[in-house]
């Protein structure tokens, strides 16, 4: 396997607004980082002014192999990789030329939670809990789908991944 294919997008997670440090820093090592920035207006007391700011918030994206990884790690302003289900969250190719595109009209962008909100009856799709339907509730950060036993007048929750969830459509 070649360098070039070895090298991944990662996703990593910085201290609070340190992102536009840690992507100076990174760039300087050489590494391939991506922050994504939208513009909007901020409101002092005295004025207004337009500035740039991360889009999402505490996250920066690196293209990295292992070792490259671990130099990301050591880097000031760096806190932790992102993992999933324990995998180190990865970002597409696609992703990436789709942000970066993105960045050409950066007044335009806002960010969107993909969770399902509070509330909605959602299906899972995936897993072994395949099939099994509830109320989305969130509990500490983490979803978890609401199944209720009207008989007994109690309700059991199961923690399921974003991901692995539909909206019911009626």
Not at 63 to 77: A, F, S
Not at 123 to 138: A, D, M, R, S
Request: with cysteine; glycine share 4%; hydrophobic share 35%.
């Amino acid at each position: 396997m070649s360098e070039s294919d070895s090298r991944l997008w990662r996703v990593f997670y910085t201290r609070a607004r340190a992102e536009k440090k840690c992507e100076e820093r990174l760039t300087d090592r050489r590494i391939d980082v991506l922050v994504p920035k939208k513009q909007e207006i901020r409101q002092w007391s005295d004025r207004k002014k337009e500035v740039t700011v991360p889009l999402f918030r505490n996250y920066l994206f690196a293209r990295v192999d292992e070792k490259d990884r671990l130099r990301v790690l050591r880097t000031k302003g760096i806190v932790r990789c992102v993992h999933f289900d324990g995998e180190p969250a990865r970002l597409r190719e696609e992703t990436v030329e789709q942000l970066q595109t993105a960045q050409q009209a950066p007044n335009r962008l806002s960010v969107a939670d993909l969770r399902p909100p509070v509330g909605e009856t959602v299906t899972v799709t995936e897993g072994p809990l395949q099939g099994l339907t509830g109320e989305v509730q969130e509990h500490r950060g983490q979803m978890h789908i609401l199944i209720r036993v009207e008989a007994i007048r109690q309700a059991m929750k199961v923690q399921v991944p974003a991901d692995w969830v539909e909206t019911e459509t009626t």
